[in-house]
T-cell receptor
Framework: AQTVTQSQPEMSVQEAETVTLSCTYD???????LFWYKQPPSRQMILVIR??????QNATENRFSVNFQKAAKSFSLKISDSQLGDAAMYFC?????????FGTGTSLTVIP | EAGVAQSPRYKIIEKRQSVAFWCNPI?????LYWYQQILGQGPKLLIQ????????DSQLPKDRFSAERLKGVDSTLKIQPAKLEDSAVYLC???????????????FGPGTRLLVL
């Protein structure tokens, strides 16, 4: 069975600093996609970044980047130059075929 | 461009009652998803529609949950009868999907928060 594990329920970071959120997943599939979603308080969930499993190059979107370690089944999110608006719940997600699985989330606090 | 709309935003019912949630996806989006997000957990995919057909409903508790997407646009998710453990936020999402993969981005609605007493 596919599972997604986020071992850090809460994280905090000083404004302008860098923080890394961890995610591991379990799968026997070779073709899949990984995502990080952001859910601000009382607001819609939005896609932050995605990674195709067949790509070795780590995805990057402005201040957000991932460290994808396929053999270790690890998919961490790095947020550089943290801003107050980055405070939110972050979910790691895995998709293969029509199946979509989310982790339990990491609550990120940004300290001014 | 209008986002995914959901109503109601909040609903409080007693156990064994029925409840229905409505979702209007982004115009032109072929794929529609319903998720259940229990407090402290990540969203769990309940059902996925492609136009008005069901693509996957393997995690939908079919003894009490039902969903439909008539005419391939709006969708309704129903719970009958509700149980205490159904208390959660029900999220609707839509995407343009032409085949799952990097070209697909799911756009989420604000969710409906259900409390079953």
């Amino acid at each position: 069975a596919q599972t997604v594990t986020q071992s850090q329920p809460e994280m905090s970071v000083q404004e302008a600093e860098t923080v890394t959120l961890s995610c591991t997943y379990d799968t026997s599939e070779s073709d899949y996609y990984l995502f990080w979603y952001k859910q601000p308080p009382s607001r819609q969930m939005i896609l932050v970044i995605r990674q195709e499993a067949y790509k070795q190059q780590n995805a990057t979107e402005n201040r957000f980047s991932v460290n994808f370690q396929k053999a270790a089944k690890s998919f961490s999110l790095k947020i550089s130059d943290s801003q107050l608006g980055d405070a939110a719940m972050y979910f790691c997600a895995y998709r293969t075929g029509n199946q979509f699985y989310f982790g339990t989330g990491t609550s990120l606090t940004v300290i001014p | 461009e209008a986002g995914v709309a959901q109503s109601p935003r909040y609903k409080i019912i007693e156990k064994r009652q029925s409840v229905a949630f409505w979702c209007n996806p982004i115009s032109g989006h072929a794929t529609l998803y319903w998720y259940q997000q229990i407090l402290g957990q990540g969203p769990k995919l309940l059902i996925q529609f492609q136009n008005n057909g069901v693509v996957d409903d393997s995690q939908l508790p079919k003894d009490r949950f039902s969903a439909e997407r008539l005419k391939g646009v709006d969708s309704t998710l129903k719970i009958q009868p509700a149980k205490l453990e159904d208390s959660a936020v029900y999220l609707c999402a839509s995407s343009t999907k032409r085949g799952w993969g990097p070209q697909e981005t799911q756009y989420f609605g604000p969710g409906t928060r259900l409390l079953v007493l």
